[in-house]
């Protein structure tokens, strides 16, 4: 008999699916039935208040999950079980401020942490070192080396004498302090020592934790890859997991020789291995990598990728191919080209199930007979791939705002990319509320940021005010990201 899912494991399912109001709805009504049945205040309702914190954080409304996390603290223990529950939520709570760059808060939450942790748990209790590793994290953030490399060593320590396989993430924190403060050490110790699984979270741990922004990633991610490749082999997952880390951080940081001789090396392996989807991927990003490097090679791997996609079979796979070798030809000047592989695109996708893959390439043709003055032919295609798609997908946001264009008899630029946002946050919020609660809802992007303002048909009750609060966070936190995610030349 299948198990049936808790509240919060569906809500982490619309999470993935990009649903977060109805997450958030999800949650909410669980809490109010745990509070009606339960009462305010009792372990239930702690844990329930938690549960709600851990999806709005992860629905990037991390202020409104602090909240949660400081109710499911205050509530009062009442039994051993109760009390270990608190530390969990007492650590979630320094996370969260940790994440909202309350850092000063942060601290004092986690260190309170790690002293409950060792009233509770005892200094040789793996519990304890739970308390630890975080802490030091937070002190590596605030550029206090030696501190966080004390705290990191007490936690290594008594993860490793008590056998726990959470010592993968304290030997990858450990790893990015020891580089952090510049001395000439190994970074990656003892992973000879551990269990392939356990060397193999170290490497997630440690592209997880990466960040992106800074160059000086980049030496602590090739001392893991080297390492992999010592413990584990050329060929192993893991090994081409923090390649392709490795790429990404390349493409990121604008080094783009690097990113491409860590794709090539991925797609050797693949190519030794015959995983031959896998190959395609690669072969893929190489040709996106070198077309975005400027190497006229990039052409001839399309070309060679859409080989690779034939022989597959795929017509999602040939679809996805197609489509961005037709627009690296556009970029190139080789109009014709283009449009045949662009045309092909929406054929192949057609043959396929996937509604996104149809509505991708249809967009991306649009655009394209858009530029080449060819506006009916473009509003058909386009109007064909925004039925087929999620209006938040951030492509259909992009395939309305030129269809706009389109519509206005213009054969260049965008439309009003700012006003088409600005409608799919007005639905979404109207959508979400009582029908006879809003007069009008007046949405604008001003300086990159929504300018909200709503008049009331009457007086909302108090659950209808915080309801209303609530789908404007959520509005926000859904639709700030559209208005920095890449978008097509136009």
């Known amino acids: 008999m299948t ?57 990037d409304q991390c202020d409104r999950a602090i909240e949660c996390y400081r109710r499911a603290v205050s509530a009062t223990p009442r039994d051993h079980e109760s009390r270990k529950d608190q530390l969990t939520y007492r650590l979630n709570l320094g996370l969260a401020l940790r994440t909202a760059g309350r850092l000063d808060e942060a601290e004092t939450e986690l260190r309170r942490g790690v002293q409950e942790r060792l009233a509770f748990y005892g200094r040789e209790h793996a519990g304890y070192a739970f308390g630890l590793e975080p802490l030091a994290d937070l002190l590596r953030q605030r550029g206090d080396v030696a501190g966080a490399r004390q705290v990191v060593e007490e936690a290594v320590a008594n993860l490793w004498r008590n056998g726990h396989e959470r010592v993968a993430s304290a030997l990858a924190l450990r790893a990015a302090i020891v580089h952090a403060g510049g001395i000439r050490e190994p970074l990656f110790v003892g992973l000879h020592q551990l269990p392939d699984e356990v060397v193999e979270q170290v490497g997630r741990v440690v592209t997880q934790m990466l960040d992106h922004d800074d160059p000086a990633s980049k030496p602590l991610l090739a001392s893991l890859v080297t390492a992999l490749e010592e413990r584990l082999g050329i060929d192993h997952q893991a090994t081409l997991n923090a390649l392709s880390a490795l790429a990404n951080l390349g493409r990121d940081v604008g080094d783009q020789a690097g990113r491409v001789d860590a794709i090539e090396r991925v797609l050797a392996s693949y190519d030794r291995q015959g995983r031959q989807e896998e190959a395609l991927m690669a072969a893929l990003g190489l040709a996106m990598a070198q077309d975005e490097a400027g190497d006229a090679e990039a052409l001839r791997t399309y070309a060679s990728a859409h080989a690779r996609a034939e022989r597959i079979g795929r017509p999602e796979l040939r679809s996805q191919v197609l489509r961005n070798w037709g627009l690296a030809l556009k970029e190139a000047g080789q109009v014709g080209p283009a449009e045949q592989r662009l045309t092909e695109a929406v054929s192949q996708a057609r043959r396929g199930t996937d509604h996104d893959t149809v509505g991708r390439s249809c967009i991306a043709l649009g655009l394209f007979l858009q530029h080449e003055a060819r506006l009916s032919e473009a509003r058909t295609v386009l109007e064909e791939g925004l039925t087929v798609m999620d209006p938040l997908h951030p492509d259909a946001i992009i395939g309305r705002s030129h269809l706009g264009a389109v519509l206005d008899g213009r054969t260049c630029g965008c439309g009003d990319m700012a006003g088409t946002i600005a409608d799919a946050f007005r639905e979404f919020v109207i959508t979400r509320l009582p029908a006879d609660l809003l007069d009008r809802l007046d949405v604008a992007i001003v300086d990159g940021d929504f300018k909200i303002d709503v008049g009331l048909r009457r007086e909302p009750t108090e659950s209808e005010l915080e309801r209303l609060n609530d789908v404007f966070q959520t509005a926000h936190a859904e639709f700030r990201r559209r208005l920095s995610e890449p978008r097509y030349a136009g």
Do not use: I, Y
């Not at 569906?10 to 339960?38: I, P, S, W, Y």
């Open 3 to 59: 198990t049936p899912l808790t509240p919060v494991e569906v809500a982490f399912a619309l999470l993935r699916e990009g649903r977060m109001g109805d997450a958030e709805n999800l949650m909410t009504r669980e809490l109010q039935a745990v509070t009606d049945k339960h009462g305010h205040g009792s372990p239930e309702w702690a844990s329930a208040q938690c549960d709600l914190g851990n999806v709005l954080l992860n629905a």
